[in-house]
């Protein structure tokens, strides 16, 4: 393999788009209604997720050059893109909402192209899509009847730990946002101004709850996807398209009614970009210039 090809496979297109949706998955956890877990389906990667972080060190050099990328991605997500994400839900609220249901729109039929592939596909399942997209219309009407309000005062560090671990229901599961968990638990607002001024005392507590947390709902998530695939993707796509209601703009006029359809359409055009990206590299053009590239690097290294 060639110096330059290693930097454009390996570094470019696997380490920077990986860390492009790491950025993503990071913001999402921040920002009210957004699911880093539907983020994770949008992208294609939540099954990988999942098995390279429970199967860490099966295969270390493998699993860390999947993550890695990933986790550097959330960390600027969370640190800093959060912030933009959340001044252009409240400067652009109807074009960048519109953007996030497009993206979801446009990636349910690969989810469901994909489950068909590893499954048969069964009437009963659609059964499981109906049950979680309806919890997932719930969990939006009392989301929009709550207030976003903190009891930060005397939170104790226990409380703080399972607030994390509680809180990883909404990273790990498509559709359940982690936002609405915190709500309830009445330490949103101190979450957000801890992420935002790096209140350690807060933010170490909740990290170390949401980890544990994450590997409990990982290793469920897990058999449940082993055991039952398809009722357990069918659920995670009913979750996933409930988080649409969530994003929903209310009380537009026509034009910005126009505005939010054109806005749709580009988003279902973005949410196609990695099974493009995915497809080129299986086309017969990709593996002719890989050839290539490997029939050179022989010829000079014969040279040599």
């Known amino acids: 393999m060639s110096f330059s090809r290693y930097i454009f496979e390996e570094l470019f297109m696997n380490g920077f788009l990986n860390m492009i949706k790491g950025i993503f998955i990071g913001a999402g956890a921040i920002v009210p209604g957004v699911s880093s877990g539907v983020l994770c389906v949008i992208f294609g990667i939540y099954e990988k997720l999942l098995d390279a972080v429970l199967n860490f060190f099966k295969d270390l050099k ?43 729109l446009g990636t349910i ?38 207030d976003i309000v903190s009891n930060g005062d005397n939170i104790s560090i226990m409380y703080l730990v399972m ?75 009913g979750f996933t398209i409930g988080s649409i209601f969530v994003l929903l703009p209310q009380g537009m006029t026509w034009l910005e009614t126009i505005l939010c359809v054109l806005c749709v359409i580009l988003g279902v055009y973005v949410s196609r970009i990695p099974d493009a990206i995915k497809n080129f590299r299986s086309s017969k053009m990709f593996k002719a210039v890989k050839v290539l590239n490997k029939m050179r690097s022989q010829s000079k290294t014969q040279k040599d």
Do not use: D, H, R, W
Not at 67 to 76: D, K, M, S, Y
Not at 203 to 228: A, W
């Open 163 to 237: 607030c994390g671990a509680i809180m990883s229901l909404g990273i790990v599961v498509p559709g359940v946002s982690s936002t609405i968990i915190l709500m309830l638990l009445g330490v949103y607002s101190v979450y957000l101004q801890s992420v935002a001024n790096l209140y350690l005392p807060v933010l170490i507590p909740m990290g170390i709850g949401l980890v544990l947390g994450s590997i409990i709902v990982m290793k469920l998530t897990k058999k449940l996807l082993e055991k039952y695939y398809a009722q357990t993707f069918y659920s995670i796509i």
């Open 62 to 104: 493998k699993n860390f050059k999947f993550l890695f990328p990933i986790a550097v991605g959330v960390g600027i997500g969370v640190l800093l893109f959060s912030n933009m994400l959340n001044y252009l839900l409240y400067e652009f609220p109807i074009q960048t909402k519109s953007i996030f249901i497009g993206l979801i």
């Open 109 to 146: 039929p690969s989810l469901i192209k994909e489950v068909n592939e590893k499954a048969t596909f069964k009437p009963q399942n659609v059964f499981y899509l109906l049950i979680a997209l309806a919890i997932g219309i719930i969990t939006v009407i009392v989301e929009n009847q709550m």
